[in-house]
T-cell receptor, first 110, second 112 residues
Framework: SQTIHQWPATLVQPVGSPLSLECTVE??????LYWYRQAAGRGLQLLFYSVGIGQISSEVPQNLSASRPQDWQFILSSKKLLLSDSGFYLC?????????FGPGTRLTVT | QKEVEQDPGPLSVPEGAIVSLNCTYSNSAFQYFMWYRQYSRKGPELLMY????GNKEDGRFTAQVDKSSKYISLFIRDSQPSDSATYLC????????????FGPGTRLSVLP
């Protein structure tokens, strides 16, 4: 069966600090991978998606970037965090047209 | 007009009630429809997945799709306090789901 992991589960970072969130998927090959952000009381905002190693599409211009160094690994990064980057970050993978989410990382930028 | 609209809630019902959660959409290209349940501080969990118009039943849950009206619903029978969560509708036009569109979610509380 397929499993998706995210870490860390929670993170508190000061403004201007770097960020690295990691997502890994087990039990499937060549999945489509996604990063979403969910702000408090708001819907899911698609940030990036990837259809393969090194192939990243950005949906929203911002100070975040994503990389996919391995088929099963998706990384969300920032060089300098902003207060507005606070939120709940979700990684997801899709099989055909079904999408499955990880447990999420709650990021608070102070 | 937003691409997907969802009853905003919050919705409070007594235990045992039938719950109806609804979404409307504007893009007739959507072919795949999903409902997710999200507990507080957790990732969304895929609850129901449907492709065609009509009903799909899974235990106490029924997903209904009306493509002609661009309207989807999720019915929960005999609601339980454990059903208290935010419910998100989602849809995709296909092409292996490179673009999923989500509703903002409806927060449901089932009171014992």
């Amino acid at each position: 069966s397929q499993t998706i992991h995210q870490w860390p589960a929670t993170l508190v970072q000061p403004v201007g600090s770097p960020l690295s969130l990691e997502c890994t998927v087990e039990g499937t090959s060549n999945p489509n991978l996604y990063w979403y952000r969910q702000a408090a009381g708001r819907g899911l905002q698609l940030l990036f998606y990837s259809v393969g190693i090194g192939q990243i599409s950005s949906e929203v211009p911002q100070n975040l970037s994503a990389s996919r160094p391995q088929d099963w690994q998706f990384i969300l990064s920032s060089k300098k965090l902003l207060l507005s980057d606070s939120g709940f970050y979700l990684c997801a993978w899709s099989f055909r047209d079904e999408q499955y989410f990880g447990p999420g990382t709650r990021l608070t930028v102070t | 007009q937003k691409e997907v609209e969802q009853d905003p809630g919050p919705l409070s019902v007594p235990e045992g009630a039938i719950v109806s959660l609804n979404c409307t959409y504007s893009n007739s290209a959507f072919q795949y429809f999903m409902w997710y349940r999200q507990y507080s501080r957790k990732g969304p969990e895929l609850l129901m997945y449907t492709y065609s118009s009509g009903n799909k039943e899974d235990g106490r849950f029924t997903a209904q799709v009306d493509k002609s009206s661009k309207y989807i619903s999720l019915f929960i029978r005999d609601s339980q306090p454990s059903d208290s969560a935010t419910y998100l509708c989602a849809m995709s036009a296909g092409n292996y789901g490179q673009n999923f569109v989500f509703g903002p979610g409806t927060r449901l509380s089932v009171l014992p």
